[in-house]
């Protein structure tokens, strides 16, 4: 029988079939944080269950974490309490945890690539949603409940529903400018943010195979984002070129035998998928956000699109936005290039490239947050903080910063945001905040000009 990626992954990490019913399915990684970990290991303590395996779990500080003065101690109270809780619950349990300061500290959805934890083949959760990442090599990545985590401490195994299978193909060449995150909003745009409910979602063709991991990483972030419960692309040599050398990553003769076995992964051709869908590059433009879900999304150089109902009323009423307006020219008010969708290192190349010689528009406020340390001491070593620092931008420290909103990073009230997170929901970055999302290059070109802007036409 024909398989897919995904059932390939999927079928070799099933320990037991209930019958008629779920499986048990085998966990190989299990990323934990601040905000979904206290309630998960304090269950294990009220039912007297040691964690099974701390050995295949990987803890960081992220949400609540501040991106300034790392250094002095935690002035938020409920944010330097979670972090303690989580220092105090990884000794206790001997997991290895990278807290604020340590040398690998990031977000959960950074590091494990950039370390070589994240490889093709393996079953990876985490307490949230953005988990869809690790996709990008192969793997199978999902977001999990708290109840779930607990699930995992107890048993590093989880009891499910094998989702369905949908793919999505687009070949072609994008044209310049364009990036992966116009060609994951592109996708959201045309297809809903319902569309992968139930489904894993396969990204194929000659656009996916082009792109850097850090492209890839970026479109399966956002799979979560059309309602999958995670996206994959297959591994290539891309993907054994990235792993090679990292961290914890395998080394010599086990290299080999674990590329052996991951160039085995990739969809078996006729392979039958539950739902298709294609599109072409050619057709994909500078994208970005008008309203409130990542659905709501249009090329650059679109007016919003006329549309009636509760739902785009209600968004273009906090938007203060009016259907058949043109969104180029809008002036904004902050940008923000950070999050686990674009935070690396090859997103502030793109945003320097931009932004050298030029200088910040006096009327925006440009918050810069890498997504690890080792991103933030590659921006220093390659000279591109020297160009941030000239242009007037402000390099912050490693974390989730802006995207949520769970520390001092907020965007103010009625202020617009140009985000290269992930989510543009009402109040998502801040209590009244209008979030606007695009790519590194487009908010880059946002922040040098002082409003929305075509980076292609600059």
Wanted: glycine share 8%; with cysteine; proline share 5%.
């Amino acid at each position: 029988m024909k398989k897919t990626l995904f059932d390939k992954v999927w079928d070799a990490h099933v320990v037991h079939q209930v019958e008629n019913g779920p499986q048990v399915l085998y966990i190989d990684k299990h990323l934990i944080h601040e905000v979904t970990s206290p309630q998960a290991f304090e269950e294990l303590d009220s039912r007297n269950i040691p964690v099974f395996r701390p050995q295949q779990i990987v803890a960081t500080a992220d949400h609540n974490t501040p991106t300034k003065n790392q250094h002095l101690p935690i002035a938020d109270e409920l944010s330097r309490l979670q972090l303690q809780k989580l220092s105090e619950n990884c000794k206790k349990n001997n997991i290895e945890l990278y807290a604020l300061g340590h040398q690998y500290n990031g977000i959960i959805h950074v590091i494990a690539p950039e370390l070589g934890v994240t490889q093709p083949g393996m079953t990876m959760v985490c307490g949230d949603s953005h988990t869809s990442t690790h996709g990008a090599f192969g793997a199978i990545a999902f977001g999990i409940g708290t109840s779930q985590v607990a699930q995992v401490f107890a048993s590093q195994c989880l009891l499910l529903q094998k989702p369905k299978s949908m793919r999505v193909t687009v070949n072609g060449k994008l044209k310049p400018n364009v990036h992966p995150k116009d060609v994951i909003l592109y996708i959201i745009s045309k297809l809903g943010t319902n569309s992968g409910t139930g489904y894993f979602c396969e990204y194929a063709g000659e656009v996916f195979e082009q792109m850097s991991m850090e492209g890839r990483m970026t479109v399966c972030n956002m799979s979560i984002e059309m309602g999958a419960r995670g996206g994959m692309i297959a591994p290539d040599q891309t993907t054994f070129d990235y792993i090679k050398g990292r961290e914890f990553a395998p080394k010599g003769a086990q290299l080999e035998e674990k590329i052996a076995y991951w160039k085995t992964l990739p969809t078996d051709i006729d392979a039958s998928f539950d739902k298709e869908y294609h599109f072409e590059a050619e057709d994909i433009e500078p994208m970005l956000t008008f309203g409130t879900n990542p659905g709501m999304g249009i090329k650059i150089t679109d007016s919003i699109p006329q549309s009636t109902g509760q739902s785009f009323d209600k968004a273009m009423e906090y938007m203060r936005f009016e259907a058949g307006e043109a969104m180029e020219g809008k002036k904004v008010d902050y940008v923000f290039i950070g999050s686990c969708t674009n935070s690396r290192i090859e997103d502030f190349r793109v945003a320097a490239a931009y932004i050298k010689g030029k200088q910040k528009a006096q009327n925006i406020t440009a918050w810069l947050v890498p997504g690890s340390q080792q991103v933030a001491k590659q921006i220093v070593e390659e000279g591109l903080l020297d160009t941030f620092e000239e242009a007037g931008f402000e390099l912050r420290e490693p974390g989730c910063s802006a995207c949520l909103a769970m520390n001092d990073d907020k965007i103010p009230p009625g202020a617009y945001c140009v985000s290269t997170s992930n989510r543009n929901f009402e109040g998502r970055q801040g209590p009244g905040s209008k979030t606007i999302l695009a790519s590194p290059l487009t908010a880059a070109a946002a922040a040098v000009n002082g409003k929305i802007v075509n980076p292609s036409q600059q």
